[in-house]
């Protein structure tokens, strides 16, 4: 059956539905005459539409399959869209994932809106999952929901922005996002990772190192990463030059944030709340030292960590490195609640804070 637009485009042959639409929301069959587009002329004679958008920037928008009345991997959809143009949109809408995600260098991935807690009181209850929302699939295969990593090659220029990962409903033992090797200059932004109450992943956020070294000046902010099982946020292995501002972890089986070593970090106004372990735990191994071996935390807070004292609370620094820790006007709330120390420390690491400011290996003192 041959299909004719009643104002004169190019007739096709088939349904529209399986190949992307041209810019202005037509087949690619269709020539586009110089008058406005008119409304969709599968719109008015009920024939669903393609699940790809183009947008005049060249982003592509994909829409659910489920929309389309189609059971299947919405992560395969978005994966083919960054590989033709690297820059996916997402509508407010909810995805099914089966698979991982995987972004290469410059690759750039966006939905409409990106926060909320489920598993949060505000006052009159909680707040569900922004409007954007990738959902695990209880079959997925893979080892995280969106994947970042090298493999013998510099990678670099990734961003995720305002959307949810939920991952409680999938099968467990998986990571929200992972970042790993040399991939630098990545931006994670008005996003939030859910492991939902059963804490499905076992890191909201994993950044790592592999045989060709450490990821590098990652900027995150006004994010939250809820309910990891082992730690909501890991930077292990030595993750650097790296900017974390406004950004939240809650909610773990384990601890918050679990930072092993790191050059020249900046935690700008982060916070890590009701985690079982630790807020904020803070490893600088055997050899992290010399003057690149710094973190420094600016306003950072903790508050209701450390459920099974005495093995969590607000802070925690440990090792035997000889690295330098500045905290500036941080706080820790857990000890008047109830909780766990608002510091703990061990090992052999460099203390520096506001009142004298000089190097201390005992107490910081907490504004």
Known sequence: MTYIPPWGQTPVSYLPGTEPRAAGGFHPSFTLGPLPDP????????????????????TWVIYPQALFGINGDDAALINYG??????????????????????????????????????????????????????AAGGFTGTAMIHMAS?????????????????????????????????????????????????????????????????????????????????????LTGVSDSTWLGVNASASNGDGWQILNGNSNRYVACHGEGNTGFGFNLTGAAGFGGTAAF????????????????????????????????FDFCHGRSAAQGKGPVWTYSGTNLVRTPAAYTTSTVTPVFN
């Open 39 to 58: 409304p969709p002329w599968w719109a008015q004679w009920g024939i669903r539409e393609s699940v790809y958008d183009i947008m005049a920037d060249g």
């Open 151 to 235: 493999s013998g090659a510099q990678q670099g220029g990734q961003q995720i922005r305002d959307l949810c990962l939920d991952g409680s409903t999938g099968p467990g033992a998986i990571n929200g996002i992972e970042i790993i090797g040399t991939v630098a200059s990545t931006y994670v932004g008005g996003v939030v990772v859910f492991g939902g109450s059963g804490r499905k992943l076992t890191y909201c956020f994993l950044l790592t190192s592999n045989a060709d070294g450490n990821p590098d000046a990652v900027y995150c902010e006004r994010s939250a990463f809820i309910a990891g099982n082992t730690a909501s946020i890991a930077q």
């Open 82 to 135: 960054l590989a033709q143009t690297g820059k996916v949109g997402l509508a407010a809408l909810t995805y099914t994932q089966a698979t991982p995600i995987v972004m290469s260098s410059g690759m750039s991935l966006r939905g409409a809106s990106g926060f909320g807690n489920p598993l949060g009181n505000f006052g009159l209850g909680s707040v569900p999952l922004g409007s954007t929302v990738l959902q």
């Open 295 to 326: 973190l420094t935390f600016v306003g950072c807070s903790g508050e209701n960590n450390g459920t099974v004292t005495p093995t969590g609370g607000d802070f925690q620094l440990q090792g035997t490195g000889t690295g330098t820790y500045y």
